[in-house]
């Protein structure tokens, strides 16, 4: 992989980061069986 310049490594890192809270943040409205299926699904790929 090759090396990103410090802008967008942060642009990503930054992305990640809400993606994660986004994922906590559903996981804790809709928690029932059905949303965490969805959610190991998103995270494992």
Request: proline share 2%; aromatic share 22%.
């Amino acid at each position: 992989m090759t090396l990103l310049n410090p802008w967008t490594s942060n642009f990503f890192n930054f992305f990640n980061f809400i993606n994660f809270i986004n994922l906590i943040y559903f996981n804790f409205n809709l928690s029932n069986d059905n949303n965490i299926i969805v959610i190991t699904r998103t995270t494992t790929g």
